[in-house]
T-cell receptor, first 113, second 116 residues
Framework: EAQVTQNPRYLITVTGKKLTVTCSQN?????MSWYRQDPGLGLRQIYYSMNVEVTDKGDVPEGYKVSRKEKRNFPLILESPSPNQTSLYFCASSLQGLYQPQHFGDGTRLSIL | AQKITQTQPGMFVQEKEAVTLDCTYDTSDQSYGLFWYKQPSSGEMIFLIY??????QNATEGRYSLNFQKARKSANLVISASQLGDSAMYFCAMREIWGSNYKLTFGKGTLLTVNP
């Protein structure tokens, strides 16, 4: 089954404790992206990757890191999480191009205390 | 100015009736893609339908159709024969070239409630 898999689905952690949210897709998509969704602010792009070893900042990259060592994986790293990073996070992937829909993972609910 | 505007924060519809969710967009590009996503209360984002800027026919996908009016820059979603399971948040989104990025920008969403 074609899918984007994120883990964990839920995480409660404390300020400053490094964490990684994994994202994997099995559709051979070149493009991958991370979003956060906050009430009143909608979905905002954190980072994106056009292909392996090609990553760049989105609209809200501060406090996050990503890597793209393999085509299928695009982990999101919070080196020193803070409470303002409490949010619902989505990973998405697509083929390259304006007319290609992005397919989303099921989301990760992060709470930083 | 907002790129994607969804003017209806909430909509109600009776089961089996049709409903239109409004979306207007702002771009000076000639090439772009328009998409609709559904987010149920469980939280996942489900792709529903898309329309390319050069497509002359309105897109359809089962009970979903996209009423594309390019001159008015609108891309309304029409859901026919509403079902209780259609109750969800619906997001309109536009994909366009933004530097090196095929960037997807979302509207704020419309919460649809289907009444029995």
């Amino acid at each position: 089954e074609a899918q984007v898999t994120q883990n964990p689905r839920y995480l409660i952690t404390v300020t400053g404790k490094k964490l990684t949210v994994t994202c994997s897709q099995n559709m051979n998509h070149e493009y991958m992206s991370w979003y956060r969704q906050d009430p009143g602010l909608g979905l905002r792009q954190i980072y994106y990757s056009m292909n392996v070893e090609v990553t760049d900042k989105g609209d809200v990259p501060e406090g996050y890191k990503v890597s793209r060592k393999e085509k299928r994986n695009f982990p999101l790293i919070l080196e020193s999480p803070s409470p303002n990073q409490t949010s619902l996070y989505f990973c998405a992937s697509s083929l390259q191009g304006l007319y290609q829909p992005q397919h989303f993972g099921d989301g990760t609910r992060l709470s930083i205390l | 100015a907002q790129k994607i505007t969804q003017t209806q924060p909430g909509m109600f519809v009776q089961e089996k009736e049709a409903v239109t969710l409004d979306c207007t967009y702002d771009t000076s590009d000639q090439s772009y893609g328009l998409f609709w996503y559904k987010q149920p209360s469980s939280g996942e984002m489900i792709f529903l339908i898309y329309q390319g800027s050069y497509d002359e026919q309105n897109a359809t996908e089962g009970r979903y159709s996209l009423n594309f009016q390019k001159a008015r820059k609108s891309a309304n979603l029409v859901i026919s024969a509403s079902q209780l399971g259609d109750s969800a948040m619906y997001f309109c989104a536009m994909r366009e070239i933004w530097g090196s990025n095929y960037k997807l920008t979302f509207g704020k969403g419309t919460l649809l409630t289907v009444n029995p």
